[in-house]
């Protein structure tokens, strides 16, 4: 048995990771998915990886599962407590003394996804809804209920301070790409894992939510990576 450490993103609540959890505890495993503080004022990036490390306990057999703003929580763990695995899943990917607010400019983020947005045919400056932008892939009953009863006020605090460490943990890494993702687009992900991490994502179906919209192809291509350890 494993237990699979779910991270959710910036502004939301764990919530999300639900039909994930359960495909993965029907398969026998343990999960834990705490709600980060991110309306918390004071808290940052250190107190949101207290939050997990303080969730994980005394478990073992760590899998590891950073999404969106997660990524930068996810290597902050698997830093502190003796991970398996550590996947990242459409996550940004931090560098050393790289602030979370740093990270869009420096990473080119918002022309690759200008460029990205005029391919789909939006105009530039254009603003799009969640459903539309985040959760066009998934099953509409779930993505009413995550706009309307799942978002949180996200407390700029965690943005403002460097990344912390001075290199990536040592502990395995994958990098699993969603690839129909509007919000941080398949193109410039793929660049950034590979200029980042220095290989290549893997890559599935599916929109910035992917536990959503493909929860049991995710959980078997977390089985799978865990299985190839």
């Not at 919530?15 to 309306?39: F, K, T």
């Not at 400056?125 to 509409?140: C, K, M, N, R, Y």
Request: proline share 9%; with cysteine; charged share 25%.
């Amino acid at each position: 048995m494993a237990t699979y450490v779910l991270i959710h993103a910036a502004a939301v609540d764990s919530w999300y990771w639900g039909p994930l959890s359960a495909a993965l505890r029907d398969r026998g495993h343990d999960v834990v998915a705490p709600d980060l503080p991110c309306d918390d004022e004071s808290a940052g990036l250190a107190e949101y990886a207290d939050t997990v490390v303080e969730a994980i306990g005394r478990r073992t057999g760590l899998v590891v599962v950073a999404h969106s703003f997660g990524g930068f929580t996810g290597p902050l763990v698997c830093d502190r407590v003796p991970a398996d695995l550590l996947v990242m899943l459409q996550a940004q990917i931090p560098a050393p003394g790289e602030s979370p607010g740093e990270w869009w400019g420096n990473t080119g983020y918002w022309a690759a996804r200008e460029e990205a947005d005029r391919r789909r045919g939006v105009p530039g400056g254009a603003e799009e809804d969640a459903s539309s932008l985040v959760l066009h892939d998934t099953p509409a009953d779930l993505a009413a209920e995550f706009v309307t009863a799942h978002q949180r006020h996200q407390a700029p605090t965690p943005f403002g301070k460097p990344w912390p460490l001075a290199s990536w943990p040592d502990v395995p890494t994958r990098f699993l790409l969603a690839a129909d993702d509007r919000f941080f687009p398949a193109e410039f992900m793929r660049g950034l894992v590979t200029e980042r991490l220095g290989f290549q994502p893997d890559e599935m179906p599916g929109d910035h939510c992917p536990m959503l919209g493909h929860p049991k192809e995710l959980a078997d291509r977390l089985e799978a990576y865990r299985a190839g350890l």
